[in-house]
């Protein structure tokens, strides 16, 4: 058996760690802008990157079969909490999204993130590949009790995430095209019906990303703002903290979701394109670590992590950027926030204990 190195006695994957540790610190830079620099801001956000990094790598010390054993347990205690924020859940911006323990609040709805895609993978993982029309079924029911809940909050973005987390799973594990396109079909059919139960202000977000002009100073402000500023960069941008559209206070939400408008403001098409390599490099080493998993469970589980985290990206930049509707959903590991940021970095540490954990699989 080969010796192992000194990462992997710690079961770190250091070029996936490097890659992480750069796109945080280029975040950083991009955030103290975006902050009006203030230095609260960037403390906050660097306690909180610490906190996600330690516990990543706890989690990379559980290894896949283990992780494997608890998944249902970790689907069902989400699913309680997710019933419990129904119940109990503290109301903020409309939202009765979060449980308040008085020192923090956390928002039960990210565990789902990684809970639904780990329980998932470890069903089907047990069956013979590929999933067949009842597994699939049984599969979409996992994957609709906590994505129904958590529209009830409301948190569309979420449950939306979530949803493609889920079927992420049966898409790798590989589902028949028919039913993949059955699931489309279905979808699309059922869009009419979901419009009537939406409420007034998703209604408003579609229209407004169907025409944002038709209300240029109230719901289509945002984007109008975020577009100007992409344009705006060319191709090197303004400057580092020359941004007039986030500094003169024109783009709302700019720490945050709209945090992209910045970077492309103020570094131009160039900056673009050092993020974007970032993130590809981060994906790569993700689509590297499953494929060479030793196990089913592991193969799927580590390229639905993946995707879960590009469609992350695809669809902050494609709302900034007025191609998908205001969802509210952060750019990874670049936006202001804590919950999130912990939910990605524990994938990235099941990545990390996926890769490390290789050699051995009877712990």
């Known amino acids: 058996m080969k010796q192992q190195t000194f990462s992997e006695r710690l079961h770190i994957d250091i070029p996936l760690l490097f890659g992480l540790i750069i796109l945080c610190l280029f975040g950083l830079l991009i955030l103290y802008s975006a902050s009006g620099q203030q230095s609260a801001v960037i403390y906050n956000q660097v ?4 906190f996600a990094f330690g516990l990543m790598f706890l989690v990379a010390q559980v290894s896949p079969s283990r992780l494997a054993g608890v998944s249902i347990w970790i689907f069902l205690f989400g ?17 009765q999204r979060w449980i308040d323990l008085g020192v923090i609040r956390f928002q039960p709805s ?10 998932l993978a470890w069903y089907l993982a047990e069956k013979t590949l590929p999933p067949s029309l009842s597994q699939i079924f049984l599969s979409a029911v996992i994957i ?8 009830k909050q409301p948190d569309l973005g979420t449950a939306i995430l979530v949803s493609i987390a889920g079927f992420s799973v049966l898409f790798i ?57 992409i344009g705006s960069g060319g191709l090197y941008g303004k400057g580092w903290l020359n941004g007039t559209q986030s500094h003169l206070e024109f783009l709302p939400e700019r720490s945050t979701d709209f945090i992209f408008s910045v970077l492309c403001e103020e570094f131009g098409f160039a900056g673009v394109m050092v993020l974007l390599g970032l ?20 193969k799927i589980l580590g390229a639905s992590i993946i995707l879960t985290f590009f469609v992350y990206i695809f669809v902050n ?3 900034v950027s007025g191609q998908l509707p ?27 204990g996926i890769h490390t954990h290789r050699r051995f699989l009877s712990d």
Not at 81 to 87: F, N, Q, R, S
Not at 327 to 346: A, C, D, E, K, R
């Open 79 to 95: 699913v309680a909490l997710l019933i419990m924020v129904l119940v109990i859940g503290y109301i903020g911006k409309g939202a």
């Open 144 to 151: 609709l009790i906590p994505v129904g809940l958590i529209v």
């Open 173 to 229: 594990a590989g589902m028949n095209w028919r039913y993949i396109t059955g699931l489309v079909i279905l979808g699309a059919l059922m869009i009419p019906v979901s419009w009537m139960f939406m409420y007034e202000y998703q209604r408003q977000r579609v229209m407004t990303f169907i025409n944002p002009e038709q209300d240029p100073l109230g719901a289509g402000y945002h984007i109008i703002q975020s577009m100007i500023a």
């Open 326 to 352: 205001v969802v509210g959903i952060p750019l990874p590991l670049v936006s202001f926030g804590g919950t999130s940021m912990v939910t990605l970095m524990i994938g990235f540490g099941v990545l990390m």
């Open 279 to 298: 993130y590809l490099f981060i994906i790569y080493r993700g689509l590297y670590i499953s494929m060479h998993a030793q196990t089913t469970f592991g």
């Open 110 to 119: 990210e565990l789902m993130k990684l809970a639904v895609p780990m329980v």
């Open 47 to 50: 306690v909180r990157m610490l």
């Open 317 to 319: 930049i494609g709302m």
